[in-house]
């Protein structure tokens, strides 16, 4: 395991993202395992920046859902479907058939 220091929450959201957008550069048809709750948000945040700034190309991107609990409507406000739509699915040009929840029991 790799452990990366950072000054504060704001360096570590912009280090995460950089992170996440070299894999796409290099990577155009990556699967990203995302997370949900309060700690990426601000991971989320630089990738959309990054995406309206022209950096990332999130086309042939596949995200693999983490966190959705099984029976639970994607319209329910505790759902990661609505969170991750919310805060960056909404926001970038990632296809709706490339974004695969995994479910639990």
Not at 15 to 20: D, G, R
Not at 66 to 89: I, V
Request: proline letters at 5%; hydrophobic letters at 30%; one cysteine or more.
């Amino acid at each position: 395991m790799r452990i990366i220091k950072t000054k504060d929450y704001n360096d570590m959201s912009r280090k995460a993202a950089n992170y996440i957008g070299a894999l796409i550069i290099n990577k155009p048809d990556c699967v990203l395992g995302l997370a949900t709750g309060s700690t990426p948000i601000g991971t989320y945040k630089n990738l959309v920046a990054g995406y309206e700034n022209g950096d990332y190309d999130f086309s042939n991107v596949r995200s693999a859902n983490l966190d959705e609990y099984k029976g639970l409507p994607k319209e329910n406000e505790q759902s990661y479907y609505r969170f991750m739509h919310e805060n960056l699915f909404d926001h970038i040009n990632i296809s709706p058939e490339r974004v695969h929840p995994v479910s639990y029991t």
